[in-house]
Antibody, heavy 118, light 107 residues
Framework: EVQLVESGGDLAQPGGSLRLSCAASGFTFNSYAMNWVRQAPGKGLEWVASVSGSGGTTYYAVSVKGRFTISRDNSKNTLFLQMNGLRVEDTASYYC???????????WGQGTLVTVSS | DIQMTQSPSSLSASVGDRVTITCRASQGISNYLAWYQQKPGRVPNLLIY???TVQSGVPSRFSGSGFGTDFTLTISSLQPEDVATYYC?????????FGPGTKVDIK
């Protein structure tokens, strides 16, 4: 059974940093692209970033490019999202997701809440 | 970047009704289109990928069609448990944009 467990969500000040982690199990981690998707309270889904199975290819939404960094440690089956320069508008639940046979999402974690406020 | 739109933004239908949701891409995306269902207070769930391939375990009343720029998600007979917001997502190339969502309620 695929399991994705996020951690690291917290209250941060504008301009601050957080590092999200996602522990993955139940599948061959390095064979699948992984993604971060966020959802602000009461709003729709927003794709944030993706990384290929090897970690060699990354993609970012314009809204986070230059501030967030997606990475993975295939030896530890863990996905990361380093979030710097946080803004109030980054407040959201952040979901770790596993790709399918393509860059869509086949499995979702339960999410971790990031709140950016002074 | 390619923009994704959905229509309607919300709808209310009766149990047993046929429901159709439309997703449109501002440029062609071949069949690289996925649909997700998010029930209130729950994590999203993959329904369809490749525009028309139904994910294993998804009820047969859900179907998808389309190619290029215009796509549809159809619920052949709406059930109470289908109350949810439905999102499309393009995944031909980054950015892997989601549509704004369509909220489905029971009349």
């Amino acid at each position: 059974e695929v399991q994705l467990v996020e951690s690291g969500g917290d209250l941060a000040q504008p301009g601050g940093s957080l590092r999200l982690s996602c522990a993955a199990s139940g599948f061959t981690f390095n064979s699948y692209a992984m993604n971060w998707v966020r959802q602000a309270p009461g709003k729709g889904l927003e794709w944030v970033a993706s990384v290929s199975g090897s970690g060699g290819t990354t993609y970012y939404a314009v809204s986070v490019k230059g501030r967030f960094t997606i990475s993975r440690d295939n030896s530890k089956n863990t996905l990361f999202l380093q979030m710097n320069g946080l803004r109030v508008e980054d407040t959201a639940s952040y979901y770790c997701t596993k790709g399918g046979a393509g860059w869509y999402t086949k499995h979702w974690g339960q999410g971790t809440l990031v709140t950016v406020s002074s | 970047d390619i923009q994704m739109t959905q229509s309607p933004s919300s709808l209310s239908a009766s149990v047993g009704d046929r429901v159709t949701i439309t997703c449109r891409a501002s440029q062609g995306i071949s069949n690289y289109l996925a649909w997700y269902q998010q029930k209130p207070g729950r994590v999203p769930n993959l329904l369809i990928y490749g525009a028309s391939t139904v994910q294993s375990g998804v009820p047969s009343r859900f179907s998808g069609s389309g190619f290029g720029t215009d796509f549809t998600l159809t619920i052949s007979s709406l059930q109470p448990e289908d109350v949810a917001t439905y999102y499309c997502q393009k995944y031909n190339s980054a950015p892997f944009t989601f549509g704004p969502g369509t909220k489905v309620d029971i009349k």
